[in-house]
């Protein structure tokens, strides 16, 4: 995997920590879970930027919402006590296919 692809893999999961984060800030609300909301989503832009320098944006993009929306669905389902239906869980599937289409479709 190249640099460029570990990077938006990393900004990816920080995706996910500031989407949970935006939940236990409670709206920003709280000093200490805000400003680890803030870093991540700071972390995340500034790695998804630095990643799109040789990735093309739009692959770029949709990985890194894709990585972003699997992880927190999946960590809704397993800590905060998210639903866990099989149709939902196709979904996330589907969500996983696409990155990883995109992924094999784009030249390193």
């Keep these: 995997?190249?640099?460029?692809?570990?990077?938006?893999?990393?900004?990816?999961?920080?995706?996910?920590?500031?989407?949970?984060g935006l939940k236990y800030s409670h709206?920003?609300?709280?000093?200490?879970?805000?400003?680890?909301?803030?870093?991540a989503m700071a972390a995340s832009m500034y790695?998804?930027?630095?990643?799109?320098?040789?990735?093309p944006v739009g692959t770029g993009y949709a990985v890194w919402t894709g990585i972003g929306a699997v992880g927190t669905a999946l960590v809704g389902i397993w800590l905060l006590g998210e639903p866990r239906s099989a149709a939902r869980l196709l979904a996330?599937?589907?969500?996983?296919g696409g990155i990883l289409g995109l992924k094999l479709a784009t030249p390193s």
């Design 1 to 20: 995997m190249s640099n460029a692809w570990l990077l938006l893999v990393i900004a990816g999961l920080f995706e996910i920590v500031w989407a949970v």
């Design 27 to 39: 709206g920003l609300t709280r000093p200490v879970p805000s400003a680890i909301t803030i870093g």
């Design 47 to 55: 790695l998804l930027a630095r990643a799109v320098r040789t990735i």
């Design 92 to 96: 996330i599937a589907a969500i996983v």
